[in-house]
């Protein structure tokens, strides 16, 4: 079992940055693919970015990539997402989930599919005013 507790949320401006950090605890985090997902009043939870469990291998929605990189420290037990040139439309609160099994799916379906992620954090609000 794994504990995830995200941290580093906020308001801010259109283009600035932040960066959220989602913390593990109970387990090996090396051994759960890590997942950032975002949800936005009134919207459905949307996949933004994962990380495998080694930190080789990464995806990003098509609506962050360029501005978003995702990373991990297993050292530390820990994935981060940095959020460059924000956007008010990235206003929701963040969520960083896991799974056990280091490796991330091929489909891509499979690998967002939020149902696949049993462990998850308190969320942390981010929002971008215009």
């Known amino acids: 079992q794994v504990q995830l507790v995200e941290s580093g949320g906020g308001l801010v401006q259109a283009g600035d940055s932040l960066r959220l950090s989602c913390v593990a605890s109970g387990s090996t985090f090396s051994n759960y693919r890590t997942i950032w997902f975002r949800q936005a009043p009134g919207k459905d939870r949307e996949f933004v970015a994962i990380i495998s469990g080694s930190g080789a291998s990464t995806f990003y929605a098509d609506s962050v990539k360029g501005r978003f990189t995702i990373s991990r420290d297993n050292a530390l037990n820990s994935v981060y997402l940095k959020m460059n040139s924000l956007k008010p439309e990235d206003t929701a609160v963040y969520y960083c989930?896991?799974?056990?099994?280091?490796?991330?799916?091929?489909?891509?379906?499979?690998?967002?599919?939020?149902?696949?992620?049993?462990?998850w954090g308190q969320g942390t609000q981010v929002t971008v005013s215009s």
């Open positions: 989930a896991a799974a056990l099994g280091a490796v991330l799916p091929p489909s891509s379906r499979s690998r967002t599919n939020p149902n696949s992620y049993q462990y």
